[in-house]
């Protein structure tokens, strides 16, 4: 059974940094294409972050330059680090995995910005 688990949330203020985590069970991360996605009260969810098994990275042009997405393989898991937060960051963030027609979700971690 495949699980995804973020952790790393929290409440920091704004100029902050977290670094969210995701470790996988049941799936090689290295093997699928994987991203961060955020969803803000009242908003749908949005893209943040991919990376592909080639190891290949893109963003969301409104994290471009704060964040950073990673994958460590000896340890089957993505990160996020997430410098400069902003209010705007404010955001339940949910990790996710992809290969073929196998769709995975995490759970979902609140990261809140606020002075």
């Known amino acids: 059974q495949v699980q995804l688990v973020e952790s790393g949330g929290g409440l920091v203020q704004p100029g902050g940094s977290l670094r969210l985590s995701c470790p996988a069970s049941?799936?090689?991360?290295?093997?699928?294409?994987s991203a961060w996605y955020r969803q803000a009260p009242g908003k749908q969810r949005e893209f943040v972050a991919e990376?592909?098994?080639?190891?290949?990275?893109d963003y969301a042009d409104s994290v471009k330059g704060r964040f950073t997405i990673s994958r460590d393989n000896t340890k089957n898991t993505m990160y996020l680090q997430m410098n400069s937060l902003k209010p705007e960051d404010t955001a339940v963030y949910y990790c996710?995995?992809?290969?073929?027609?196998?769709?995975?979700w995490g759970q979902g971690t609140q990261v809140t910005v606020s002075s």
């Open positions: 049941g799936m090689i991360f290295s093997m699928y294409y």
């Open positions: 990376i592909t098994t080639g190891g290949v990275t």
């Open positions: 996710y995995a992809r290969r073929m027609t196998s769709i995975y």
